[in-house]
């Protein structure tokens, strides 16, 4: 059983404790477990923003369908709080569906149109 000494709480995948044997343990989003230190996370949590290298790393873009492997990485890591926690839950961003129904329907009777002025 572990036993937490202390530890910084800032979000989902972004944690960092120690344990009763004075191991620091970190989880961050984006970065390798264990790479980050007590002191790099509490710079973070104040709102700093912190420079790591990373050997190698993968990025997917679901889109494309691809993936890019890239080499010898300066990575920036800052605390996003962009999300909303209420009630010990992120809220969910809300998206004017109205105003998206609209646009969609006026891009198809663009479409639709454009093929009389061009033919």
Same mark, same amino acid.
């Given at each position: 059983?572990?036993?937490?000494? /202390?530890?910084?709480?800032?979000?989902?995948?972004?944690?960092?404790?120690?344990?009763?044997?004075?191991? $620091?343990?970190?989880?961050?989003?984006?970065?390798?477990? &264990? !790479? *980050? !230190? =007590?002191?790099?996370?509490?710079?973070?949590? /104040?709102? *700093? $923003?912190?420079?790591?290298?990373? @050997?190698?790393?993968?990025?997917?873009?679901?889109?494309?369908? &691809?993936?890019?492997? /890239? &080499?010898? @990485?300066?990575?920036?890591? !800052?605390?996003? $709080?962009?999300?909303?926690?209420?009630? &010990?839950?992120? @809220?969910?961003?809300?998206?004017?569906? /109205?105003? *998206?129904? $609209?646009?969609?329907?006026?891009?198809? *009777?663009?479409?639709?149109?454009? =093929?009389?002025?061009?033919?």
């Amino acid at each position: 059983m572990v036993c937490i000494k /202390k530890a910084y709480f800032l979000g989902i995948k972004k944690y960092v404790y120690i344990d009763d044997k004075d191991v $620091t343990h970190s989880v961050f989003s984006g970065v390798s477990r &264990n !790479t *980050l !230190t =007590w002191n790099e996370i509490e710079q973070i949590s /104040k709102g *700093l $923003t912190i420079e790591i290298s990373s @050997l190698i790393k993968f990025y997917k873009n679901i889109n494309k369908l &691809n993936i890019a492997i /890239k &080499n010898n @990485l300066e990575i920036s890591i !800052t605390l996003n $709080t962009r999300k909303k926690y209420f009630n &010990n839950k992120y @809220l969910a961003i809300k998206i004017n569906i /109205k105003f *998206l129904i $609209t646009i969609d329907y006026y891009l198809k *009777l663009f479409y639709f149109l454009r =093929w009389f002025f061009v033919y």
